[in-house]
């Protein structure tokens, strides 16, 4: 009697930055720059990968999906983000709001997978040099890039079915600025525990187990690199990889911490700056941490056309 007396919610009030009205043009400002940025600069990436012989490897390859993946995670959140900041708040329906979290949760989870597939693809270049272009291959490139997207996409779907039969009746306030997955789950008034262990079940061999792969390929990397006998052989062997290392310690970094900070209380305006680092600032940097340490990207750019022109003029 008591279930039937509920209201259902059909939309929840995201609150964004309502703590921080004083600086609401700034943010709105700040947010759209980066947002520009992030979209010019990966699609820069993809587009000298698509039309440079220099950069015709498995590595730029593999990296040109990286860009695509930042457009689509930083277009998923940003756009709404700056609609929330200029107005102090606003309204989503909850579908709405489950379709936002599944193509966060998929393309954060072909983030991690492709950094996997990277980190790889540099364990064979550099532990294993005289067999890559045979098993690195453009077949098996295009099976690992097709497969991370697809298995990305059905494996957050299969959580997503979970969390649309979910009833929600109250509250209905969302404190942060898009619709992630313990927010969300906390304004359910049904039993959400089957939800959170499918969660947990999918996160450990998309995201823990990529992490340790990725930390296990960097460790014989590095033993790897050591045993170089030539000084410059080891900095031109740890000029290929340390651009990617960088992405991944920013990236899990960012992912790590903020589920290890607490999201209640006080604490939670952590968790949205935090947040704020993999959701904006890690699409905006990863195409200029890849341009200004590695010389290959530089020589492509300075050779496509469309920047010599814009240089002679």
């Not at 999918?202 to 590095?222: D, E, G, K, Q, W």
């Not at 991944?248 to 935090?274: E, M, Q, W």
Request: net charge neutral; aromatic share 14%.
């Amino acid at each position: 009697m008591l279930q039937e007396n509920q209201t259902i919610v059909t939309e929840f009030l995201l609150l964004g930055f309502q703590s921080l009205p004083c600086f609401k043009v700034a943010l709105f400002i700040l947010f759209l720059m980066l947002y520009i940025m992030t979209l010019a600069g990966n699609l820069l990436i993809i587009i000298l990968v698509s039309n440079s012989q220099r950069l015709e490897s498995p590595m730029y390859f593999f990296l040109s999906h990286l860009s695509l993946s930042d457009i689509l995670l930083t277009t998923n959140i940003t756009p709404n983000m700056l609609h929330l900041v200029l107005n102090g708040g606003g309204t989503i329906y909850v579908t709405d709001c489950i379709i936002q979290f599944y193509f966060y949760g998929a393309l954060t989870t072909v983030e991690c997978l492709l950094l996997t597939i990277m980190s790889y693809d540099r364990y064979l270049a550099i532990c294993n040099p005289l067999r890559y272009t045979s098993i690195m291959d453009l077949r098996l490139s295009l099976h690992l890039v097709i497969c991370s997207w697809l298995i990305s996409f059905m494996v957050i779907l299969s959580v997503v079915i979970l969390i649309f039969q979910l009833q929600f009746c109250g509250p209905h306030i969302i404190d942060h600025y898009f619709c992630d997955f313990d927010p969300l789950l906390q304004l359910s008034c049904s039993d959400t525990s089957i939800v959170k262990l499918e969660e947990f079940v999918c996160a450990i061999p998309f995201v823990l187990f990529p992490f340790v792969f990725i930390t296990s390929s960097y460790v014989l990397i590095t033993l790897t690199i050591l045993r170089i006998p030539s000084t410059t052989g080891r900095q031109k062997a740890f000029s290929t990889c340390s651009s990617h290392l960088t992405v991944v310690g920013t990236y899990y970094g960012t992912l790590i911490a903020v589920y290890i900070v607490p999201s209640r209380g006080h604490s939670f305006n952590v968790n949205k700056v935090i947040s704020l680092l993999y959701t904006v600032g890690t699409p905006f940097f990863n195409p200029i941490i890849y341009s200004l340490r590695n010389q290959e990207i530089k020589l492509a750019l300075m050779k496509c056309p469309y920047i010599r022109s814009s240089f002679s003029i």
